[in-house]
T-cell receptor
C-alpha cells in the first residue's frame, strides 16, 4: 500500500488566494483526519470524517476553512481567502474501523501564504 | 478544555544515554494515550496505552501510564542517532486525539 497520499507537497501563494489541499487515504480505512502543525500551537485537529461523513469540525479555525470528502478515496481542505497566519504544515491521516487512534499520517503539505 | 503537556521541550543527549520523556494531561473522559515519533515528515505511531501500570515495550523503547497521577513516560535506552526526532504524546478523550507540542530529542555521536 502506498500509504496516505497528499498533494501538493509544497504550496506558496499570496494572501487572498484560494488554496486547495488534497488527500487520498489508505484504502479500506474508515476515518480521515485533517491536522495543522505550527511551532506555536503544535499539531491541531481541524476536522475528521467517518465513512465520508464529517463528524467533528470544531477545530476548523474560521469560515474561510472548509473540507469535503466526496468519496472514500478522496478529501480536500480548502482555504478561501488565505491569510499569512494560515502558513503551516497540513497533515491528512487515516485509520481503520476499530482502531481510529492508530492513525497513519501522510507526508504533509507545507503551505506558505505571503 | 483538554490539555496535554510534554516535558522537556527539547533534549540533547549522547549516544548510549537513556532518556525519559514526560507527558501529563488534563482531559474529560480519558480513553487512551498514544505516543508518536516525528522525524522529518509525518508522525508515526509508537504505542497506545489504556491501562495504568502496564508497560508497553518495543525494542529499546518502553512506555507506561499512570491514570491516577495523569501522566505517562516514554523511555529510550541506549539511544542512537536514529532516535533523533520529535516525540509527540496524544490523548483521546471525548474528541479524537489532542496532541502535546512534543519533545525534540537530539542524539549526538
Amino acid at each position: 500500500d502506498a500509504g496516505v497520499i497528499q498533494s501538493p507537497r509544497h504550496e506558496v501563494t499570496e494572501m487572498g488566494q484560494e488554496v486547495t489541499l488534497r488527500c487520498k487515504p489508505i484504502s479500506g480505512h474508515d476515518y480521515l483526519f485533517w491536522y495543522r502543525q505550527t511551532m506555536m500551537r503544535g499539531l491541531e485537529l481541524l476536522i475528521y470524517f467517518n465513512n465520508n461523513v464529517p463528524i467533528d469540525d470544531s477545530g476548523m479555525p474560521e469560515d474561510r476553512f472548509s473540507a469535503k470528502m466526496p468519496n472514500a478515496s478522496f478529501s480536500t481542505l480548502k482555504i478561501q481567502p488565505s491569510e499569512p497566519r494560515d502558513s503551516a504544515v497540513y497533515f491528512c491521516a487515516s485509520s481503520p474501523l476499530g482502531s481510529y487512534n492508530e492513525q497513519f499520517f501522510g507526508p504533509g503539505t507545507r503551505l506558505t501564504v505571503l | 478544555e483538554d490539555k496535554v503537556v510534554q516535558s522537556p521541550l527539547s533534549l540533547v543527549v549522547h549516544e548510549g544515554d537513556t532518556v525519559t520523556l514526560n507527558c501529563s494531561y488534563e482531559v474529560t473522559n480519558f480513553r487512551s494515550l498514544l505516543w508518536y515519533k516525528q522525524e522529518k515528515k509525518a508522525p508515526t505511531f509508537l504505542f497506545m496505552l489504556t491501562s495504568s501500570g502496564i508497560e508497553k515495550k518495543s525494542g529499546r523503547l518502553s512506555s507506561i501510564l499512570d491514570k491516577k497521577e495523569l501522566f505517562s513516560i516514554l523511555n529510550i535506552t541506549a539511544t542512537q542517532t536514529g532516535d533523533s526526532a520529535i516525540y509527540l504524546c496524544a490523548v483521546e478523550a471525548l474528541a479524537p486525539l489532542v496532541f502535546g507540542k512534543g519533545t525534540r530529542l537530539s542524539v549526538i555521536a
